[in-house]
């Protein structure tokens, strides 16, 4: 099974991409394959409608997105939603590019307040793509990534990723033999 964390912001400093690298290390130590994006390492420019249908950044990113089949979104809350970068990302798919796959969402907050609209904007866009998205939303407070995750922190974002592996699996399973006996 292949897996795509996708981080919001390419600046290797910040919190969120220092969460999204944290949950990329989870993945590896499960055994799975794991890509990391990024807008910067995807490099497609903003979607404003004039870009041409075979730019050749957009379709390795397509291609990309078909060769998975879980993903976990990581964006801080900007002005109460994901940033404009990831969903310009996401304005380079096709209708329902990532059907039957599953999608862990995790979203970062500058204020006291857990970052529960972007988690909830993120949602929205994720099932538009046809996506399942796990019921385990993950909203945290920037400043704690940045001076390290508490363990029972880290054991919330652990128990995400196990969730979507798993839902992934299951997903993904080769339908049973029709020589099965139930
Ligand atoms: C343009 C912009 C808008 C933001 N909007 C919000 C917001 O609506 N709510 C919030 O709690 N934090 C907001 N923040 C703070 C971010 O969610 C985040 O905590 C901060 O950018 C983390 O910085 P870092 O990338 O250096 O870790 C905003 C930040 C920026 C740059």
């Known amino acids: ?10 600046r290797e400093a910040s919190s969120c991409y220092i969460l999204a690298r944290n949950i990329f290390e989870l993945c590896r130590e499960r055994g799975v394959e794991v890509d990391f994006a990024t807008p910067a390492n995807v490099g497609v420019p903003p979607n404003d409608g004039l870009v041409p249908d075979d730019l050749p950044a957009a379709l390795l ?21 994901m940033t404009g970068a990831m969903k310009n990302l996401f304005d380079y798919l096709a209708k329902e590019p990532m059907a039957g796959d599953v999608i862990g969402l995790v979203a970062l907050a500058g204020g006291a307040m857990a970052a529960l609209n972007t988690l909830n904007g993120m949602s929205v866009v994720a ?20 001076n390290g995750l508490d363990d029972r922190t880290q054991a919330r974002v652990a128990g995400l990723v196990d969730s979507v592996l798993d839902m992934g699996r299951r997903l993904n399973a080769p339908p049973p033999s029709a020589d099965v006996v139930f």
Do not use: F
């Open 127 to 146: 099932r538009s793509l046809g996506a399942w998205v796990a019921p385990e939303l993950c909203a945290l407070n920037s400043n704690d990534v940045k």
């Open 1 to 10: 099974m292949r897996v795509m964390i996708v981080s919001a912001i390419s």
């Open 61 to 81: 990113w397509q291609q990309r997105v078909a060769a998975t089949h879980a993903h976990i979104w990581v964006s801080p809350e900007y002005h109460s939603g």
